[in-house]
């Protein structure tokens, strides 16, 4: 019995320790942009988010994609949290309800999922009615063309995977970012060239 009790107690003071412990990993990031504590917090809390998202998304990739945005606005937003409004747990949770709620609203709007190979199929689409004997060459042009309006995360991503041929586990090694955010900054890339394309 007496040992029991100690183990509870000491399970108490562990959790008591990481929620210390986390509080100063926010405070770290949003006063030093800590990289160290950022990669601390997100591996202590990426295979939780993940979980939870699995519960309310179809297919990894969603998943994995909450996971991301939830951990960016984590980095972003750390100087917002404030350790008498609750516990970081709590917190970041509640970005990542707010992230899946987004996700959810965006994918409502626009339920087709993009894969890489549209954007070709889009392209000669585009361009068949024009040129009937099209080559690489103009595909490579229009789609190069297409990623120097994307922000600078994603057309390098794009870049890489279409004009350099690497894989997205080379990109992410390349990087030195999570396969997730590669994947990530793909799909919305994918997506704003499909609406460069419509336009």
Known sequence: MIEATQSIVAMG????ADADQQRLWIQ????????????????????????HARKHFTSDAQAEEMVQETMTKVWLKAHLYHRDKGQVSTWLFTIARNVRFDMLRRQQARPEQLCAEEIYLDLEADFDHEEPRLD???????????????PDPQRLVVEMIYFEDRSQQEV?????????????RLRLALAKIRELIDD
């Open 13 to 16: 003071q562990d959790a008591v």
């Open 28 to 51: 770290r990031i949003a006063d030093l942009q800590d990289k160290a504590a950022f990669a601390r917090l997100f591996r202590y809390y990426a295979p939780r988010l993940l979980n």
């Open 136 to 150: 690489g060459g103009i595909l490579r042009q229009q789609l190069k063309s297409y990623c120097n309006r994307l």
């Open 172 to 184: 992410a090694d390349a990087l030195d970012i999570p396969l997730g955010t590669v994947k990530s």
